[in-house]
């Protein structure tokens, strides 16, 4: 993982290889590991496929975490009670068109990349397709995720029924 003195320094290459680690460690079920990626302020957010610009204190989102909700997403996922997961799916992460929006003074980078996540369980392959917005900050340990948006470009979630999954 990079450790640029400053995020300044980081280029498309480096955002790159971040992006393509934490998809290994989604795709792997390293959830302990992926969620070491984000600050203690983070958020994670699905917003509702119809309304992707929307506040998400105004309207419906799939999913709004902050850090505590965050944590607890994983550990439900990794028990053998989470029956929609359990045994796990097996997903394939694919990222393309990865770009550096903005470098805000130093302190942050506004990343996008566009993605198709394929998962596969009990012989159903479904496949979710959108774009990622990252927020990255700068710490000791390298880059970490302040906020993290996944956008679908679907109009509905049938014959997708829920989000089971990290995306």
């Known amino acids: 993982m990079t450790r640029a003195a400053s995020l300044s320094e980081i280029t498309r290459a480096d955002v790159e290889d971040f992006l393509y ?21 983070c958020v994670y957010e699905i917003p509702a496929p119809d309304r992707p610009d929307e506040d998400p204190a105004m309207t419906f989102s799939l999913i709004h975490d902050h850090r505590p909700m965050l944590e607890q997403r994983v550990i439900r996922l990794k028990k053998p009670t989470a029956h929609a997961e359990f045994p796990h799916s097996r997903t394939r992460r694919l990222l393309t068109n990865v770009r550096i929006l903005e470098h805000r003074q130093h302190e942050e980078l506004s990343v ?12 159903v392959e479904v496949t979710y397709v959108g774009r990622y917005e990252h927020t990255l900050t700068a710490s000791p340990d ?26």
């Not at 680690?21 to 984000?38: K, Q, S, V």
């Open 21 to 41: 680690h934490e998809a290994a460690l989604l795709d792997e079920w390293r959830l302990e590991e992926w969620l070491d990626l984000f600050t203690l302020d």
């Open 112 to 123: 996008t990349a566009n993605f198709a996540v394929y998962r596969i369980r009990n012989g």
């Open 142 to 167: 390298g880059m970490k995720i302040r906020h993290r948006k996944a956008i679908l470009d679907h109009d509905v979630l049938d014959p997708h029924g829920k989000i089971s999954i990290i995306l």
